[in-house]
Every structure is written in structure tokens, then in C-alpha cells.
């Protein structure tokens, strides 16, 4: 689904222009993601599978919510929006732990370039994975993880299984989930 989306310069200022999603991934233009990463109390991490139709990564295993940043809009509040529109659940910003923006560029063609920034969150899951409800144009699948087997899958030398995220984003990612899962024990 194509949507207006504030464009950013490479440090992630905002230039004052806003274009439709499809134009900035055209042009390669910087713009803000959210992404939220899900934990339980028993040392698993929500993971989702991408839509079969998606234009980058279909099939491939990815962070439990993402989606991207309307034009104007609260970077909190596109996250609550993402996890609503995704997996159906009702959270509030309070329900949140910013653990970082990282900057990113992939580029997948010459006419599809993802520059972005992930303002990238950590929220413990209270429910069991059969109350979520999965966004059947976007998601494919959702699963919980063992923390230990999605470490050990994701920096294997050859893994095919999720999105090819940096090692140093995933290695940030499980040890915010780590040290959330402690916190919250």
C-alpha cells in the first residue's frame, strides 16, 4: 500500500517535503520506519513472516511489527498504529522501550532502494500468540522464538531464514530482548 511519508536527509532531519512511499524507494530517499520486536516472559521473541506478495524479502522471517512512518505523523503513535494494523493487539506509546534509530540502506533494484531509519522498540507480548490477529495483505505467519535458537539462527554464517538486517542491528536486538526479558521476569 502506497503512503505519503516524510522525507529525511542522511542524518535523519526532516527536509520539509513529504512524497508517496514509492516515489522515495524509487528516488532512494531517506525516510522513518518503525520497528517493534516482541518478547515473553518465557524467553521467546514474536517473529513475523512476510507476506508471499511483498516487493522485498516475501516468505523471510522479520521483526515482529514494522511499517512506516506517515507524513506528520508521531513516530510513537505510527508504531501503536503498525502493531494494531499487523497483529491486531492494542498497546499504548507507555508500553514501549525505544532502543535506538539505525540507519539503513538496501538496495534491492535499480527502481526499489530502502533508505531508512528504524526507530526501533522492545514491548513485552501479554498474550498468548492465538489472541494475535495477523494483517493477511502483510503477514504470512506469525511464531514465537526461543531467545537462544533465534540468536543462534540469526548470526549463523549462512542464514537464509529471516531479513538480511546487519549483524550489528540483530546483535542489538537480542541483547535489548535479553536484558527486557530479565527485567521482566
Known amino acids: 500500500m502506497d503512503e505519503l511519508i516524510d522525507i529525511l536527509d542522511a542524518e535523519g532531519n ?8 514509492s516515489e522515495a ?4 530517499l531517506f525516510h522513518a520506519t518503525v520497528h517493534i520486536w516482541f518478547y515473553t ?15 522485498t524479502h516475501p516468505l523471510l522471517w ?6 512506516h512512518v506517515g507524513a ?16 491486531g493487539l492494542k498497546i499504548s506509546p507507555s508500553d514501549l522501550l525505544k532502543i535506538g534509530a539505525f540507519k539503513s540502506v538496501q538496495k534491492h533494484s535499480e527502481d526499489l532502494v530502502d533508505c531508512e531509519f528504524h526507530h526501533t522498540y522492545i514491548c513485552r507480548l501479554h498474550v498468548p500468540l492465538e489472541d494475535l490477529k495477523k494483517q493477511e495483505s502483510e503477514v504470512e505467519s506469525l511464531a514465537l522464538v526461543p531467545i537462544d535458537q533465534f ?4 548470526l549463523a554464517e549462512k542464514s537464509n531464514r ?5 549483524h550489528d542491528y540483530y546483535r542489538t ?4 530482548l535479553e536484558k527486557g526479558i530479565k527485567a521482566n521476569l
Open 151 to 154: 540468536r543462534n539462527e540469526l
Open 14 to 21: 526532516p527536509k520539509g517535503i513529504s512524497l508517496m512511499k
Open 41 to 55: 516472559s518465557n524467553s521467546e521473541v514474536l517473529l513475523q513472516q512476510r507476506g508471499k506478495d511483498k516487493d
Open 173 to 176: 536486538i537480542i541483547k535489548a
Open 25 to 28: 524507494h524509487r528516488k532512494g
Open 72 to 87: 506528520g505523523e508521531i513516530i510513537e503513535t505510527s508504531a501503536v498504529r503498525e502493531v494494531s494494523e499487523e497483529i
Open 62 to 67: 522479520d521483526v515482529s511489527v514494522a511499517g
Open 162 to 166: 529471516y531479513v538480511p538486517h546487519s
